[in-house]
């Protein structure tokens, strides 16, 4: 099992930054990739970011590209996203998750483990 857990996230204007992480503990892997996805009322939830545990490959939705950088710390088993020129469509719980395959995947249904979620808003 694999235990994660999200922290950072908050209010903040539009334009303004972030940086969200989520430290893993349990059976951590390392050949294992990881994501960021989101989650808006009454939508459904939404890729954000995926990460190569091994290596550090990325991976995007075209809808942040340019704007947040996935990035992990392999010392301290944490993920983070930072989040740059932050908009109100991005308000949502953000939740991390991890795979336990090295391959990156958009589909939520791809990954086996899950964090609480950390809600992040950003006002107009």
């Known amino acids: 099992q694999v235990q994660l857990v999200e922290s950072g996230g908050g209010l903040v204007q539009a334009g303004g930054s972030l940086r969200l992480s989520c430290a893993a503990s349990?059976?951590?892997?390392?050949?294992?990739?990881m994501g960021w996805f989101r989650q808006a009322p009454g939508v459904e939830r939404e890729f954000v970011a995926a990460?190569?545990?091994?290596?550090?490959?990325?991976y995007y939705a075209d809808s942040v590209k340019g704007r947040f950088t996935i990035s992990r710390d392999t010392a301290k088993n944490t993920m983070y996203l930072q989040m740059n020129s932050l908009k109100p469509e991005d308000t949502a719980v953000y939740y991390c998750?991890?795979?336990?395959?090295?391959?990156?995947?958009?589909?939520?249904?791809?990954?086996?483990?899950w964090g609480q979620g950390t809600q992040v808003t950003v006002s107009s």
């Open positions: 998750a991890a795979r336990r395959t090295p391959i990156m995947v958009a589909a939520s249904s791809g990954y086996d483990y």
């Open positions: 349990g059976r951590t892997c390392s050949s294992c990739a």
């Open positions: 990460i190569r545990w091994s290596g550090g490959s990325t």
